[in-house]
């Protein structure tokens, strides 16, 4: 039986954890200022000279987007981005539309259509950045009238660039796989973007940051002279787990009212413009941390020690096959493991009962094979005909449901847009994809593993592993 007298906190801390802003979908809008959280290996990618920053899904490379281009959020970075005070920033391309700043996939598609090079299309979004800052006039009717304008006018268009500014200036790109459901002509896009980059280089006091996801980085966008310049200055968004542990706390001691309150009385912290900051110790693996936790989740997860530890278990458990779990997993996973606490286990004696996580890696799974399908369509394809497949298992195995499906090849699964990239090469060129994208992973005896991650929610089975939903 519980201990009644634990159960009042353990019901003040569900709700405190329920009312908590647990979300990291910001839709282009600027993120409240009690959710900014730097990790340590973010700090890199703020920095005025990082122009490539490269990060997976729900790393942040939107949320960085977004807080960059509020002047109050980025005076709350303080020292750690005191170089960011006074900077003008602009978006030269993201999820939302604007048109008047950027072309969208249309426009793209149209231009290199009538064979226009991306290259130029990029230095007119950064012309007409600069001339609307500079208050002056430049052909800006429609953006081939503008890259006109360049073609016709270089010498204008230098001056332009290099005259006196009494002003510094950051344009910022994200989301560029929506510039083309291409593969190659989403590459040509980028590289023309990242020579862009290298041409405004040579201009003082403007600088540029582009957020590659790591298939993008990893293709041939970089294949021109000089790219060295640029992946010299690479940032990757990267998550420790005790990067993670110190973004949740940071949420959970800005809850609302009394839950927020709750939270403090566990979590050491300090207030900081009147949004309260985790301390220190509760951004680093520490024994703080790991109590703190512990006092929401319980010492483990089952009845004794040997099921695992609910600290270490729930984000290696998120993890992907390259051992990475995001910031948006871990999240919807315990705000999914406090709503089913409440239903399920309402006289726990902790907040977060241990099958309850289960259920919130559950959750969490679903979600992620939902943005999987966003962003790459050929994967919930591939990856649904393993349902009911126990893993680890035989290639073989895998091909056999592949070949079934797709009796005429790899080339013959349908994406409308982004499909593998190495079909050409068969089933193990579709392999190599996967696990690219952290997927599936080959273990050393050359069986196919799935990570947690994503086997629950495509519906395989592990040994002793969480199940699937039914």
Partial sequence: MSDESTLPEAHALRAAILAAPLQTSHFGEVPNAAELYVPPSHLKALRLDAHIVVGGRGVGKSFWTAVLQSEQLRGLLGRTASELTGVSVRLGFANAENIAHYPNAD?????????????????????????????????????????????????????????????????????????????????????????????????????????????????????????????ATKAELTWARHDLHGLLWQRLINAPGEHGKHMRVICPHSEQAGIWRVADSMKVESEAQRRAFERLAGPWMGRDRRRGVPYTWSISHLADGQGRTSPRSFLAAIRQAA????????????????????????????????????????????????????????????????????????????????????????????????????????????RIDMPDLYRVGFGLGRKGGVKPRN
């Fill in 339 to 446: 709503e089913d606490s409440t239903e399920r286990h309402g006289q726990h004696e902790f907040a977060l009962h241990f099958e309850s996580i289960k259920r919130g890696i559950q959750q969490a799974s679903e979600i992620r094979v939902q943005e999987m399908a966003e962003d790459y369509p050929w994967v919930r394809e591939v990856l649904s005909e393993l349902r009911g497949l126990n893993v680890p298992c035989e290639f073989d195995a895998v091909v056999a449901r592949w070949k079934h499906k797709f009796p005429q090849g790899p080339q013959s699964i349908p994406s409308d847009r982004l499909p593998a990239q190495h079909v050409q090469r068969g089933w193990d060129g579709l392999r190599e994809d996967l696990q690219r994208l952290g997927l599936i992973e080959t273990k050393k005896d050359k």
């Fill in 107 to 231: 426009v793209f598609a149209a231009f290199l259509d009538q064979g226009g090079a991306p290259y130029d299309l990029w230095r007119a979004v950064i012309l007409r950045w600069v001339a609307e800052k500079s208050e002056q006039q430049i052909a800006c009717q429609s953006w081939p009238e503008t890259v006109a304008w360049l073609k016709s006018e270089p010498e204008a268009a230098a001056r332009l660039m290099q005259q006196p500014r009494n002003w510094r200036g950051l344009i910022l790109f994200d989301a560029l796989d929506r510039t083309s459901n291409v593969w190659q002509r989403m590459d040509d896009i980028v590289r023309g973007l990242l020579r862009a980059l290298l041409w405004l280089k040579t201009c003082s006091g403007l600088y540029a940051k582009v957020f590659l996801r790591e298939d993008q980085a990893e293709r041939t966008v970089f294949d021109f002279p000089d790219a060295s310049k640029l992946t």
